[in-house]
C-alpha cells in the first residue's frame, strides 16, 4: 500500500516562493511517475508538474520557468519549488503517483490516471 503526505503550503505575497513536499510511504516499483496537481474552487483540477522516476519532467505552460519538481529517493520524497507566485497559482495543491509514464498535462483528465493522492496542501497567494 503506498501513501502520500503533501505538505508545505501556506500565505504568501505575490512574488514569494514557497516549497511543498510530498513523502512517499510505501514502496513502488521502478517504472513510476509522480506529479503535483491543483484545484481552486470552482475549478477543474489541472496538473502542474510531473517527474518519471528516471528523471523526465513536465509542466504546464502556467508554471513553466517558476516552478521546478524534483524529487530524492533516499528520503522518499517529492518536491514542488514555487517561486514568483502569483494569485491565480492560489489553489489547493495535491501530490499524486502512478505506475508507467507521465501523461501529457494538456490532458484535462490526466489527473485521473494517477492512482495514489495526498491529502492536499493550501497555498494561498495574496496581491
Known amino acids: 500500500q503506498v501513501q502520500l503526505v503533501d505538505s508545505g503550503g501556506g500565505s504568501v505575497q505575490a512574488g514569494g516562493s514557497l516549497r511543498l513536499s510530498c513523502v512517499v510511504f510505501g514502496y513502488m516499483s521502478s517504472d513510476y511517475c509522480m506529479g503535483w496537481f491543483r484545484q481552486a474552487p470552482g475549478k477543474e483540477r489541472e496538473g502542474v508538474a510531473t517527474?518519471?522516476?528516471?528523471?523526465?519532467?513536465t509542466y504546464a505552460d502556467s508554471v513553466k520557468g517558476r516552478f521546478t519538481i524534483s524529487q530524492d529517493n533516499r528520503k522518499n520524497t517529492l518536491y514542488l519549488q514555487m517561486n514568483n507566485l502569483k494569485p491565480e497559482d492560489t489553489a489547493m495543491y495535491y501530490c499524486?503517483?502512478?505506475?508507467?509514464?507521465?501523461?501529457?498535462?494538456?490532458?484535462?483528465?490526466?489527473?485521473?490516471?494517477?492512482?495514489?493522492w495526498g491529502q492536499g496542501t493550501q497555498v494561498t497567494v495574496s496581491s
Open positions: 517527474i518519471h522516476n528516471i528523471g523526465s519532467t
Open positions: 499524486a503517483a502512478k505506475y508507467g509514464g507521465s501523461p501529457p498535462l494538456t490532458d484535462l483528465m490526466a489527473w485521473s490516471r494517477f492512482r495514489y
